[in-house]
């Protein structure tokens, strides 16, 4: 009995080990020597600045970054704005990482036009009174020809978080006017929302044994499940029914901390964020049905958090490279530094002119792939045989922390990435700006 009992243990062991053990070596154990900075577009001193609210200090600690396109009649980009997820009350109220103490202060949404510059917060209207707003995950439908266009959000409140839905009007870009709160008891802990329609999207829930959980369970079960990547959180379709109730669906079960989520262009890939296992699962999605089909998995060089996809279809890891350093910098311990990491993945076979599957493989387990980063994704992730991986920025923290989410404007070449405990937004551009 007790020899069965040992083996038991020592398989569950050594199954553990073949998850998880990369991940909370490099991730857990080990201090990554990361730069200062480091930007792949050029010196980071005179190509990226820290855009901030200069009048009320608020456009801190965003987590969430996205484009709203307006397009003409035959959906090109006549104009595109950014929209931002941020929560200058984090450090108090934080339902993923804790702690839990005050979720009285609002967060906020802003709106960033690329074309003149001009960042301003987002009034909301019509928000249900004594309801709090916490955004994290954010999603926007193109505007067309003018329409207004639906937004959706997960909202961190008190008692549970809920996805908030407002309509945004190209004639008033900075209000949003708020239409209704989904709430479900699938909504364990909503993390991130990829639009598949105006009124359809797809969810992760990124914990099951969450923060909420009654002290001290909840701190303690939450960050076991964050270090040890159980595969117990999900994908959702959520449709929306026009009387406002909502159709569940689980789209794909069994991931380790699903965090952020995104949908390709043409609407047949959907990648996901496992940030416990610092891997991107991609899925082939079936349009009419949204069913997914496990397409393959890329490892990145970090907790991954958030995932979007660029206008060609590049997609932009941004995450945490060293889970302890994240978290003292989440508990503000004096002189923490929450490093940050982002990188660019291209499907191989989408950047390469033929080439035979043998030379595809052979060409990317070379050695030194991401070859000009102060310190190579090469270095911790074992090289993608589907798959690009080059970093866009690294920082041990100093010149920038915390990344959540990274997106590129492929028309511009201009870089944009949030810090989740970071002051203000960096911006890097494709030359250098003040020389
Ligand atoms: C979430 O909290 C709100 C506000 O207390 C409540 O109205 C709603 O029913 C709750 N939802 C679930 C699924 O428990």
Same mark, same amino acid.
């Given at each position: 009995?007790?020899?069965?009992?040992?083996?038991?243990?020592?398989?569950?062991?050594?199954?553990?080990?073949?998850?998880?053990?990369?991940?909370?070596?490099?991730?857990?154990?080990?201090?990554?020597?990361?730069?200062?900075?480091?930007?792949?577009?050029?010196?980071?001193?005179?190509?990226?600045?820290?855009?901030?609210?200069?009048?009320?200090?608020?456009?801190?600690?965003?987590?969430?970054?996205?484009?709203?396109?307006?397009?003409?009649?035959?959906?090109?980009?006549?104009?595109?704005?950014?929209?931002?997820?941020?929560?200058?009350?984090?450090?108090?109220?934080?339902?993923?990482?804790?702690?839990?103490?005050?979720?009285?202060? @609002?967060?906020? !949404?802003? *709106?960033?036009?690329?074309?003149?510059?001009? #960042? =301003?917060?987002?009034? %909301?209207?019509?928000?249900?009174?004594?309801?709090?707003?916490?955004?994290?995950?954010?999603?926007?439908?193109?505007?067309?020809?003018?329409?207004?266009?639906?937004?959706?959000?997960?909202?961190?409140?008190?008692?549970?978080?809920?996805?908030?839905?407002?309509?945004?009007?190209?004639?008033?870009?900075?209000?949003?006017?708020?239409?209704?709160?989904?709430?479900?008891?699938?909504?364990?802990?909503?993390?991130?929302?990829?639009?598949?329609?105006?009124?359809?999207?797809?969810?992760?829930?990124?914990?099951?044994?969450?923060?909420?959980?009654?002290?001290?369970?909840?701190?303690?079960?939450?960050?076991?499940?964050?270090?040890?990547?159980?595969?117990?959180?999900?994908?959702?379709?959520?449709?929306?029914?026009?009387?406002?109730?909502?159709?569940?669906? @689980?789209?794909? !079960?069994? *991931?380790?901390?699903?965090?952020?989520?995104? #949908? =390709?262009?043409?609407? %047949?890939?959907?990648?996901?964020?496992?940030?416990?296992?610092?891997?991107?699962?991609?899925?082939?999605?079936?349009?009419?049905?949204?069913?997914?089909?496990?397409?393959?998995?890329?490892?990145?060089?970090?907790?991954?958090?958030?995932?979007?996809?660029?206008?060609?279809?590049?997609?932009?890891?941004?995450?945490?490279?060293?889970?302890?350093?994240?978290?003292?910098?989440?508990?503000?311990?004096?002189?923490?530094?929450?490093?940050?990491?982002?990188?660019?993945?291209?499907?191989?076979?989408?950047?390469?002119?033929?080439?035979?599957?043998?030379?595809?493989?052979?060409?990317?387990?070379?050695?030194?792939?991401?070859?000009?980063?102060?310190?190579?994704?090469?270095?911790?992730?074992?090289?993608?045989?589907?798959?690009?991986?080059?970093?866009?920025?690294?920082?041990?923290?100093?010149?920038?922390?915390?990344?959540?989410?990274? #997106?590129?404007?492929?028309?511009?070449?201009?870089?944009?990435?949030?810090?989740?405990?970071?002051?203000?937004?960096?911006?890097?551009?494709?030359?250098?700006?003040?020389?």
């Amino acid at each position: 009995m007790f020899y069965r009992f040992v083996a038991v243990l020592t398989t569950l062991l050594a199954i553990y080990v073949y998850r998880s053990g990369r991940a909370v070596f490099y991730h857990v154990l080990t201090v990554p020597n990361l730069p200062e900075g480091y930007f792949a577009g050029g010196d980071y001193r005179d190509h990226c600045v820290v855009i901030k609210d200069e009048k009320d200090d608020r456009l801190n600690h965003c987590e969430h970054i996205i484009f709203w396109d307006h397009l003409d009649e035959e959906d090109h980009v006549i104009n595109r704005f950014i929209l931002l997820s941020c929560d200058p009350g984090r450090r108090e109220w934080n339902t993923v990482m804790g702690p839990m103490n005050d979720p009285d202060p @609002f967060g906020d !949404l802003w *709106i960033y036009s690329t074309e003149t510059g001009s #960042l =301003s917060p987002v009034a %909301l209207t019509n928000y249900p009174e004594g309801h709090d707003f916490h955004p994290i995950g954010i999603d926007v439908y193109p505007s067309k020809a003018g329409a207004p266009s639906n937004l959706f959000l997960v909202n961190q409140a008190r008692e549970n978080s809920t996805i908030e839905q407002f309509v945004l009007d190209p004639a008033q870009p900075t209000v949003a006017t708020h239409v209704r709160t989904l709430t479900s008891s699938y909504f364990v802990a909503p993390n991130s929302i990829a639009l598949t329609s105006p009124t359809s999207f797809y969810l992760t829930n990124e914990h099951l044994m969450t923060y909420r959980l009654p002290r001290p369970f909840g701190s303690i079960l939450s960050t076991i499940e964050t270090i040890g990547g159980p595969p117990l959180t999900w994908i959702a379709h959520i449709t929306v029914l026009p009387d406002g109730s909502i159709k569940h669906k @689980f789209a794909a !079960l069994g *991931i380790a901390f699903a965090n952020g989520v995104a #949908l =390709s262009r043409d609407g %047949l890939h959907l990648a996901v964020a496992s940030s416990s296992l610092a891997k991107v699962h991609f899925y082939r999605r079936d349009p009419s049905t949204n069913d997914l089909t496990p397409d393959r998995d890329v490892i990145v060089p970090f907790g991954a958090d958030n995932v979007m996809y660029g206008d060609d279809d590049t997609l932009i890891v941004a995450g945490h490279p060293h889970f302890p350093s994240f978290v003292a910098a989440v508990e503000n311990k004096p002189g923490a530094k929450a490093p940050s990491w982002a990188v660019s993945i291209r499907p191989i076979a989408a950047s390469e002119d033929g080439g035979s599957e043998g030379q595809k493989i052979s060409r990317s387990k070379k050695a030194g792939y991401d070859s000009r980063a102060p310190l190579s994704a090469s270095v911790i992730a074992p090289a993608s045989s589907t798959d690009e991986v080059e970093t866009i920025f690294q920082s041990d923290g100093s010149v920038y922390g915390a990344a959540s989410t990274g #997106l590129i404007d492929s028309r511009t070449g201009i870089f944009y990435l949030t810090g989740l405990y970071e002051d203000g937004v960096l911006v890097c551009y494709p030359g250098p700006r003040n020389v």
